[in-house]
């Protein structure tokens, strides 16, 4: 089973310019059917290289969710593709996912603590348009790129 071009799966990289000792690993409970399309492996950041790791529907992120009829609740959804950055010394400092769905624009989001913090921050930005945040005492860029053969891009960098 594959994933047409209209619909794409997610990749995200990481840069780290800021000198701090930081790292990325694969996050969240896999979705069972389709962790096959997880690609990524856990290692450092640096400001030479892009970390990236990518997916479709590989991942489930707890958020919280609109159900028919009104109803909300918390849950786990799935997601392209879920990563948790840990930065000089603190482990899963902050949390990243993609998501692109066909009914909506692709989005990055992000949060300090996945399980505890209520809502994800996010930003759906157009190819080549870039959004500046600031989350655990990290400032970092996100810059979504043309999209390539089998994914929604996204660059995060990180920035002094």
């Not at 590989?58 to 879920?82: C, I, N």
Request: aromatic share 12%; glycine share 6%; charged share 20%.
């Amino acid at each position: 089973m594959s994933k047409e071009a209209g619909t794409l799966g997610s990749r995200i990289c990481f840069i780290n310019e800021t000198g701090a000792l930081m790292s990325a690993a694969p996050s969240g409970p896999e979705v069972t059917e389709n962790a096959w399309t997880f690609v990524g492996t856990t290692g450092p950041m640096t400001a030479d290289s892009e970390l990236c790791f990518a997916g479709w529907n590989s991942r489930q992120a707890y958020e919280f969710q609109a159900r028919m009829f009104g109803a909300h609740h918390w849950g786990y959804s799935e997601v392209d593709v879920l990563v948790a950055v840990s930065a000089d010394g603190n482990y899963n400092a902050l949390s990243f996912y993609a998501r692109n769905r066909s009914i909506s624009a692709p989005s990055l989001h992000w949060k300090v603590d996945p399980l505890a913090q209520k809502d994800w921050n996010f930003t759906v930005p157009s190819v080549n348009e870039s959004s500046t945040a600031t989350a655990a005492g990290l400032n970092f860029t996100v810059t979504r790129r043309a999209d390539s053969q089998d994914y929604k891009e996204f660059v995060v960098r990180f920035t002094r």
